[in-house]
């Protein structure tokens, strides 16, 4: 961004290695005074530079100002953060999965031993029916005084 010219100059924005940045469209905003500032932004990636110079031309007096401008590393991601994030991804789907499986192996496991449970009981079925029928065999005749009842 550059003010307090008229008319408004070029601007570009060039990376240590001499080429061109890319860049969006300038724009140009007159102040109170007549006078213009222009604004121009750039894409600056890892791979371009740590280096770059914003040039501001005005040709019709001749004048060239630059700026330097250093950008450090720290600003980019890390490239050790995408593997990262991904493994951490894998770990969770991982988990998940085990988790699914066991809750799955969990429910087969109760219905097998539901089915065992009722196996079992059609084989001690006539073991207590034989058991039930010589109880019954004791049968003795109850009457309840409707006097006494509820005391």
């Given at each position: 961004?550059?003010?307090?010219?008229?008319?408004?100059?070029?601007?570009?924005?060039?990376?240590?290695?001499?080429?061109?940045?890319?860049?969006?469209?300038?724009?140009?905003?007159?102040?109170?005074?007549?006078?213009?500032?222009?604004?121009?932004?750039?894409?600056?990636?890892?791979?371009?530079?740590?280096?770059?110079?914003?040039?501001?031309q005005y040709r019709w007096l001749n004048i060239q100002r630059e700026a330097i401008v250093k950008i450090s590393d720290d600003i980019f991601p890390a490239d050790w953060a995408l593997p990262l994030v991904l493994t951490i991804c894998i770990l969770i789907a991982a988990h998940g999965a085990v988790f699914y499986w066991n809750v799955k192996q969990n429910r087969r496991i109760k219905e097998l031993e539901r089915r065992k449970s009722i196996v079992e009981l059609g084989l001690w079925a006539p073991l207590v029916q034989s058991e039930w029928k010589r109880i019954r065999g004791h049968e003795v005749s109850v009457t309840l005084d409707v006097e006494t009842a509820h005391a």
């Open positions: 961004k550059s003010g307090g010219w008229y008319p408004g100059p070029e601007m570009l924005w060039i990376g240590e290695d001499g080429q061109v940045l890319p860049q969006a469209e300038t724009m140009y905003h007159e102040d109170t005074e007549g006078l213009v500032n222009v604004e121009r932004n750039a894409t600056v990636t890892r791979q371009s530079t740590n280096k770059i110079k914003c040039v501001v």
